[in-house]
């Protein structure tokens, strides 16, 4: 799971523009050389203690990174690696504090049961907290997950759901949304959910490479 340039972009467009104390954010995420970059050119204060990076590419932790700017920083994924929660995102999840700011970038494509990964962002975010996802692009990534998405999926999604949109964007072979769960939005049935259009790869189940990137994600009875 990768913070680009574009999706930190649209991570402080959030973080300068409204409150934030608590993110939450789905994967152990790395923030990569590319968005590094942009922070160095824009925000340069703020990556003081990390201009070395942690990785072969200068990716740095995106908790480390958070928590060093005084945000208190939820990470949720199996493996549990760089301090993330090890919970399910397949099954409903909560939190004593609820997030300003949900951040999804690159993890929900991963998780199979897509109704409960969408419902869990909407019960982790706080009212008038914002939430944003960066996810494939259909017609993208072939063989490397299973599900993969489209503005308009997002656009019925906020309707049936009562979410606002910020901002929307394509970045090539990517789907941006930044949406903000406000007091008259709400959950929806899976049913409901069903009738979006998510797209699903016909490709073998097998034959997808994120089976073998993240095996634990798709273990039984987990």
Request: glycine share 6%; hydrophobic share 35%.
């Amino acid at each position: 799971m990768a913070i680009r340039v574009s999706s930190i972009q649209l991570i402080y467009k959030v973080l300068d523009n409204y409150s934030v104390n608590n993110i939450i954010e789905y994967g152990n995420a790395y923030i990569r050389s590319d968005a590094r970059k942009w922070i160095k050119d824009n925000k340069f204060s703020e990556l003081n203690g990390f201009t070395q990076g942690v990785g072969k590419q200068g990716d740095i932790i995106s908790k480390e990174y958070f928590q060093a700017l005084g945000y208190n920083h939820k990470s949720i994924d199996l493996n549990g690696k760089e301090g993330s929660l090890p919970l399910n995102l397949c099954k409903p999840i909560t939190l004593e504090q609820p997030a300003d700011l949900l951040i999804d970038c690159g993890t929900t494509q991963h998780v199979e049961n897509q109704y409960q990964c969408f419902m869990n962002a909407f019960n982790l975010t706080n009212i008038d907290g914002y939430i944003i996802h960066v996810l494939p692009k259909k017609g993208f990534w072939p063989n490397h997950s299973q599900y993969k998405y489209t503005i308009q999926f997002f656009i019925e999604l906020c309707n049936k759901m009562k979410y606002k949109i910020i901002e929307q964007g394509d970045q090539g072979n990517l789907v941006e949304i930044c949406i903000q769960k406000t007091e008259d939005s709400i959950l929806i049935s899976e049913e409901e959910f069903n009738t979006l259009p998510i797209h699903i790869e016909d490709t073998p189940v097998e034959s997808l490479n994120d089976r073998a990137l993240y095996p634990y994600a798709y273990e039984k009875n987990r």
